[in-house]
Nanobody, 120 residues
Framework: QVQLVESGGGLVQPGGSLRLSCAAS????????MGWYRQAPGKERELVAS???????NYEDSVKGRFTISRDNAKNTEYLQMNNLKPEDTAVYYC??????????????WGQGTQVTVSS
Protein backbone atom coordinates (compact mmCIF):
# COMPACT_ATOMS: atom_id res chain seq x y z
CA GLN A 1 0.00 0.00 0.00
CA VAL A 2 1.29 3.45 -0.93
CA GLN A 3 0.20 6.70 0.64
CA LEU A 4 1.09 10.39 0.47
CA VAL A 5 1.03 12.49 3.64
CA GLU A 6 1.14 16.28 3.46
CA SER A 7 2.18 18.83 6.05
CA GLY A 8 2.98 22.52 6.32
CA GLY A 9 -0.23 24.39 5.59
CA GLY A 10 -1.63 27.17 7.75
CA LEU A 11 -2.53 30.82 8.05
CA VAL A 12 -0.06 33.44 6.83
CA GLN A 13 -0.20 37.15 6.14
CA PRO A 14 0.14 38.52 2.61
CA GLY A 15 3.81 38.60 1.64
CA GLY A 16 4.62 35.74 3.96
CA SER A 17 6.02 32.28 3.23
CA LEU A 18 5.07 28.67 3.79
CA ARG A 19 6.71 25.38 2.92
CA LEU A 20 4.57 22.36 2.12
CA SER A 21 5.91 18.82 2.34
CA CYS A 22 4.54 15.59 0.92
CA ALA A 23 6.07 12.28 1.98
CA ALA A 24 5.36 9.06 0.12
CA SER A 25 5.53 5.78 2.01
CA UNK A 26 4.77 2.13 1.46
CA UNK A 27 5.83 -0.44 -1.09
CA UNK A 28 7.50 1.99 -3.49
CA UNK A 29 9.74 0.91 -6.34
CA UNK A 30 10.13 4.31 -7.99
CA UNK A 31 8.50 7.73 -8.13
CA UNK A 32 8.13 9.38 -11.51
CA UNK A 33 6.22 12.64 -11.84
CA MET A 34 5.36 14.64 -8.69
CA GLY A 35 3.14 17.67 -8.49
CA TRP A 36 1.15 20.11 -6.41
CA TYR A 37 -2.44 21.12 -7.16
CA ARG A 38 -4.77 23.52 -5.42
CA GLN A 39 -8.49 24.04 -5.21
CA ALA A 40 -10.11 27.25 -4.03
CA PRO A 41 -13.79 27.39 -2.98
CA GLY A 42 -16.06 27.31 -6.01
CA LYS A 43 -13.19 26.67 -8.41
CA GLU A 44 -11.78 23.65 -10.16
CA ARG A 45 -8.59 21.98 -9.00
CA GLU A 46 -5.60 23.40 -10.87
CA LEU A 47 -1.99 22.38 -11.32
CA VAL A 48 0.39 24.68 -9.45
CA ALA A 49 3.75 23.06 -10.11
CA SER A 50 5.26 19.78 -11.21
CA UNK A 51 8.65 18.10 -11.25
CA UNK A 52 9.85 15.11 -13.22
CA UNK A 53 12.22 12.35 -12.13
CA UNK A 54 14.99 14.29 -13.89
CA UNK A 55 14.08 17.45 -11.93
CA UNK A 56 12.51 19.30 -14.82
CA UNK A 57 9.99 21.73 -13.36
CA ASN A 58 6.85 23.45 -14.59
CA TYR A 59 4.81 26.22 -12.94
CA GLU A 60 1.42 27.80 -13.35
CA ASP A 61 1.90 31.36 -14.58
CA SER A 62 0.57 33.12 -11.46
CA VAL A 63 3.13 31.43 -9.16
CA LYS A 64 6.23 31.72 -11.33
CA GLY A 65 9.01 33.49 -9.44
CA ARG A 66 7.23 32.99 -6.10
CA PHE A 67 6.87 29.21 -5.69
CA THR A 68 9.58 26.56 -5.97
CA ILE A 69 8.96 22.83 -6.25
CA SER A 70 11.68 20.36 -5.29
CA ARG A 71 12.09 16.72 -4.35
CA ASP A 72 14.34 14.58 -2.20
CA ASN A 73 14.44 11.17 -3.81
CA ALA A 74 16.23 9.59 -0.84
CA LYS A 75 13.26 10.57 1.37
CA ASN A 76 10.53 10.04 -1.26
CA THR A 77 9.41 13.56 -0.46
CA GLU A 78 8.46 16.60 -2.47
CA TYR A 79 8.28 20.19 -1.29
CA LEU A 80 6.60 23.40 -2.33
CA GLN A 81 8.28 26.57 -1.08
CA MET A 82 5.80 29.43 -1.35
CA ASN A 83 7.07 32.99 -1.00
CA ASN A 84 5.37 36.37 -1.32
CA LEU A 85 2.00 34.74 -0.77
CA LYS A 86 -1.11 36.56 -1.93
CA PRO A 87 -4.75 36.24 -0.82
CA GLU A 88 -5.56 34.61 -4.16
CA ASP A 89 -3.23 31.75 -3.22
CA THR A 90 -5.73 30.70 -0.56
CA ALA A 91 -6.84 27.15 -1.30
CA VAL A 92 -6.56 23.53 -0.29
CA TYR A 93 -3.26 22.24 -1.66
CA TYR A 94 -2.93 18.62 -2.77
CA CYS A 95 0.21 16.73 -3.68
CA UNK A 96 0.20 13.91 -6.16
CA UNK A 97 2.71 11.51 -7.57
CA UNK A 98 2.95 8.84 -10.24
CA UNK A 99 4.39 5.87 -8.37
CA UNK A 100 5.49 2.42 -9.39
CA UNK A 101 4.89 0.02 -6.52
CA UNK A 102 6.98 -3.07 -5.85
CA UNK A 103 3.98 -5.10 -7.05
CA UNK A 104 4.51 -3.67 -10.52
CA UNK A 105 1.41 -1.51 -10.39
CA UNK A 106 1.91 2.10 -11.51
CA UNK A 107 -0.73 4.68 -10.68
CA UNK A 108 -1.27 8.22 -9.46
CA UNK A 109 -1.68 8.81 -5.74
CA TRP A 110 -3.05 11.89 -3.97
CA GLY A 111 -2.38 13.43 -0.59
CA GLN A 112 -5.18 14.31 1.81
CA GLY A 113 -4.92 18.05 1.19
CA THR A 114 -3.70 20.87 3.40
CA GLN A 115 -5.33 24.27 3.85
CA VAL A 116 -3.35 27.40 3.00
CA THR A 117 -4.98 30.68 3.98
CA VAL A 118 -3.42 34.03 3.12
CA SER A 119 -5.08 36.83 5.05
CA SER A 120 -4.26 39.85 7.16
Amino acid sequence: QVQLVESGGGLVQPGGSLRLSCAASGSIFSINYMGWYRQAPGKERELVASITSSNRTNYEDSVKGRFTISRDNAKNTEYLQMNNLKPEDTAVYYCNALISATSGLMRTYWGQGTQVTVSS
